[in-house]
């Protein structure tokens, strides 16, 4: 590999530079800079070979020519660029075919296909499918993988387009990424990666075959990129379905299955959301006929009861001031709730266990099915610091490492202090948002129950001081959580590097878990205070429990925390979502126009293909690590805490919908063409997924349990309602709300930092939530029989409930394979045409070799 900055090399060239071919043996560098022939272009915009129109560049690299700079009045700086074309011989695709175990077609697939259960549907589903006329169906073949020495037995008819374009650009990264460029003594450097992270080349990318929106002139060009854009990416294409094919052939497998899932994904969340709207509109409809929030806004009831107050300043205000959040409450907290929580859990496990079975299928179309037996290769960075020996326990063959057993121990060791550091970090801040809420709150209190506050007229009614408090600390745990976001990316990204890991997967999967971990902790911490924390310790009227003995601990709305939580899902998701928009739309689209602007003022001449995919922007190191991140904390919000939100599934319905068109946008407009890569599943987000469908039981079960008010109000219609508790002749929930209020005496109020509560002179007793004795009972504001009923009732609720869920999971993960029996039938048909096609032929010549003999001898 050429460095144009480095005087002494040692390098094997595989490749074809520019327009020269090279040998394929060591090549001792003479100590001047050495420069490859130079050749002007062409001016074919479109093409994608070298000026012969023969050899297919494969790869570009491009550096600047320091002695070449130019800088206009403009004020934008055009670097003098120069590209270094790759191209991989034949002979050369063959060898790292065999090396990276490239499956390639032997022979076309004479199984029958399944009929399709839509095909009685044809004339309607055929608009929902890329039109076919530009986008065929492949053709389908038995594959193995490749053997240069048995090349004759595969399916070559055209040597050129026998290996894709993508697995070409595959090969020349594999060649370059390993490629040494300098050695001192024992120190060797290698890698384009090292040379790109030091500036000696600006990029390193394959080419895109034409532009996104015009065809390309030449005859022989696919016009991938263009079809991709017309059938996929433009936002008229929403509705339809993604060409997988055509993205696995032009972008890689990796990218490929990522677009499968999220499709995937999507589809299934189109029940979710039609079960969760429907939850809605049924909680929307019967809120003015529900019992318990007729008597919250009646003036004879609810208008009657004087609630406690809820700060050490503030002052006493009437139950039916809280008549619209009552009347909210009811929309999320119904029996259909119950319902809805029920069936997501059914539902994640369905979409678990018919996702393996979709990737199944994958697997095989796409030849990956033996991917992960291969042995993975070393990163180049793992490589490059190897300078102990130590003795390999499999193999018994000494290789080098980067560390010792030691060392290993401390990098581990520093990676899990900073992560626990940072999550510290993050509950730190969610004590501060608390502290925030609980200060806020008697702000809120005492000027929004102000009799005297006219400014604030028209909107006391609707906004409580619950609500606001809720609603800002909402707004601030977002904002805190996104600054959060952007400071540990940096840190977890180097703590990874720090830890070197030996491959990719083991890259990917360590720094996945770190990322998840934190951003479990920062997305769904506030989540889980309000849901099982807040209103859960605060004590009675005239006995509060205080927060770092100072600040009184918040209470619910009478009618619980659950609406709060709901707002608190609404505001994170929704800003969440569009942000994440912007930053993948916008961001990406002004930095290209600022480049274009830059380069226009110095040049309007007709420039190369490669030098039109250099103005665009370069893919992420870490691929698409970010999309999945963003779909597994979104799936999080749907599944943890579906019960309070059931419209959580039809708000990632529309973001998903939305997200799978910006992200086609994106990359086939905006960024160069990734390298492609191999992918057999989504990886380490697999069994994280699982993991939040084990846990997303216990915090719906828990959520219907101690934040709704359900299970007090089952309680009371089925016992206390009725003799001997109550003095109804049949089940009923009137009376529930005086039930569900204990009583206290103004007279056990006790001043607090020498302030008073005013109390009105006829006022005697105030109510607050909660199931205690009242006063002048031998065992006063001690917990009642009612408390503990409510309290035996959540824990059966929660012990049944999961036990039910979790064993219909079982039962369904049991009864679905996870690999379709036809699949199956395939797979051990290829594996026989496979033996019998590459292997028996060996035995053939053998045989034929020994005949010969014996007919000589």
């Known amino acids: 590999m050429v460095n144009p900055h480095s005087p002494n090399q040692s390098i094997y060239l595989v490749l074809v530079n ?7 043996h060591p090549v001792d560098l003479p100590s001047e800079p050495c420069f490859s022939p130079q050749v002007e272009f062409n001016d074919k915009p479109d093409s994608l070979f070298f000026n012969d129109g023969v050899r297919r560049i494969d790869f570009v690299l491009a550096y600047e020519d320091e002695d070449k700079k130019e800088y206009e009045k403009s004020g934008c700086p055009y670097e003098k660029l120069m590209f270094l074309k790759v191209h991989m011989p034949w002979d050369v695709l063959c060898t790292y075919a065999e090396v990276l175990h490239i499956k390639l077609p ?65 090969m020349a990264y594999y060649i370059l990424s390993r490629a040494p460029y300098d050695i001192r003594g024992n120190i060797k450097k290698f890698g384009i990666t090292k040379l790109l992270d030091s500036g000696v080349y600006k990029a390193a990318y394959p080419i895109h075959d034409c532009r996104f929106n015009v065809k390309s002139q030449e005859p022989e060009c696919p016009n991938e990129r263009y079809l991709l854009y017309e059938e996929w990416g433009h936002p008229k294409s929403f509705y339809k379905i993604q060409p997988l094919d055509l993205i696995r052939n032009y972008y890689g497998e990796k990218v490929g299955i990522y677009f499968a899932w999220l499709g995937f994904y999507t589809r299934m969340l189109t029940w979710a959301a039609v079960v969760g709207i429907g939850c809605f509109i049924y909680g929307y409809y019967t809120r003015d006929t529900s019992t318990w929030s007729k008597e919250v806004c009646d003036p004879d009831i609810g208008g009657k009861i004087v609630m406690c107050p809820q700060c050490d300043t503030c002052q006493y205000w009437t139950l039916n001031s809280t008549c619209n959040t009552s009347k909210n409450l009811c929309i999320f907290d119904n029996f259909g709730t119950l319902v809805f929580a029920v069936f997501m859990s059914v539902w994640v496990t369905l979409f678990l266990e018919f996702w393996k079975r979709y990737q199944a299928e994958l697997e095989y179309e796409w030849d990956t099915v033996e991917f992960l037996e291969q042995e993975e290769p070393p990163r180049p960075e793992y490589e490059a610091k190897c300078i102990y020996e130590r003795k390999n326990p499999i193999t018994g063959v000494k290789e080098k490492v980067p560390y010792t057993a030691c060392g290993r121990c401390v990098r581990v ?71 959060l976001n952007i400071l540990y990316e940096r840190v977890a990204i180097w703590i990874t590097d720090f830890e070197l890991p030996r491959t990719k997967t083991d890259y990917e999967n360590s720094l996945t878990l770190k990322m998840f971990l934190f951003q479990f902790v920062n997305y769904y911490s506030s989540c889980f205070y309000i849901a099982f924390a807040k209103g859960k310790a605060v004590g009675y009227p005239g006995k509060p429990v205080y927060l770092l003995g100072k600040y009184r601990n918040e209470e619910c709305d009478p009618g619980g925390c659950l609406i709060e939580l709901t707002t608190q899902l609404a505001i994170i998701m929704g800003g969440k979502a569009i942000w994440n928009n912007i930053q993948e739309v916008l961001i990406p689209w002004l930095k290209n126009l600022i480049y274009r602007h830059c380069v226009h003022a110095t040049s309007e001449k007709v420039i190369p293909r490669w030098e039109q995919d250099y103005q665009l922007q370069p893919s992420s190191k870490l691929g698409l690590f970010y999309e999945y991140l963003e779909m ?41 063409r990734d390298v492609p890569e191999k992918a057999q599943h989504i990886g380490a987000w697999q069994p994280i997924l699982q993991g939040i469908t084990i846990l997303a039981v216990v915090t719906n079960a828990m959520i219907i349990a101690f934040t709704s008010d359900m299970i007090p109000r089952l309680v009371y219609y089925w016992s206390f309602s009725v003799y001997p508790y109550g003095n109804n002749t ?20 006790h001043p607090v930092d020498d302030e008073y509560i005013y109390t009105p002179p006829n006022l005697t007793t105030c109510r ?26 959540k824990m059966a609720f929660i012990i049944v409930v999961e036990h039910i869920v979790y064993f219909t999971k079982f039962i369904l993960a049991y009864i679905i394979p996870d690999v379709p029996y036809a699949v199956k039938e395939q797979i051990k048909r290829e594996k026989y045409l496979t033996q019998v096609i590459l292997h028996e032929t060996n035995l053939k010549l053998v045989s034929k070799r020994a005949k010969a003999t014996e007919t000589e001898s």
């Open 18 to 24: 520019h327009d020269h071919i090279t040998s394929f």
């Open 106 to 170: 032997i022979q076309p697939n004479d199984m029958p296909a399944r009929p399709s259960p839509l095909r009685f549907f044809s004339c309607i589903t055929k608009h929902f499918y890329p039109d076919e006329k530009l986008i065929s169906k492949e053709s389908e073949f038995f594959t193995a993988p490749f053997e240069k020495h048995r090349q004759d037995l595969f399916c070559i008819k055209d040597k050129d387009l026998f290996f894709t374009p993508s697995m070409r650009s595959r």
């Open 413 to 483: 060791s520093i990676g899990m202090t900073t992560v626990l550091f940072w999550i510290m970090l993050i509950l730190a801040s969610v004590v501060a948002i608390t502290v925030y809420r609980l200060a806020v709150f008697f702000t809120f209190s005492r000027e929004l129950r102000n009799t005297n506050l006219t400014i604030a007229e028209p909107i006391k009614e609707y906004v409580t001081p619950q609500m606001a408090t809720s609603v800002t600390a909402s707004l601030i745990s977002f904002v805190v959580i996104m600054i």
């Open 632 to 672: 597994a904390i979104q799936f999080g919000f749907v599944t943890l805490f579906v019960a309070s939100f059931p419209l959580a599934p039809a708000l990632a319905l529309l973001n998903n919908v939305i997200e799978i068109r910006v992200d086609a946008w994106k990359i086939t407009t905006q960024f160069r």
């Open 730 to 749: 049949e089940n009923t929930m009137k009376g529930y709300i005086n039930s569900s209020l204990s009583v206290f005496s103004t007279n056990d109020f």
């Open 768 to 793: 607050y939530r909660d199931y205690r004795f009242p006063p002048g009972h031998r065992k006063q504001y001690e917990h009642n029989m009612f408390y503990w009923h409510v309290i035996a009732a």
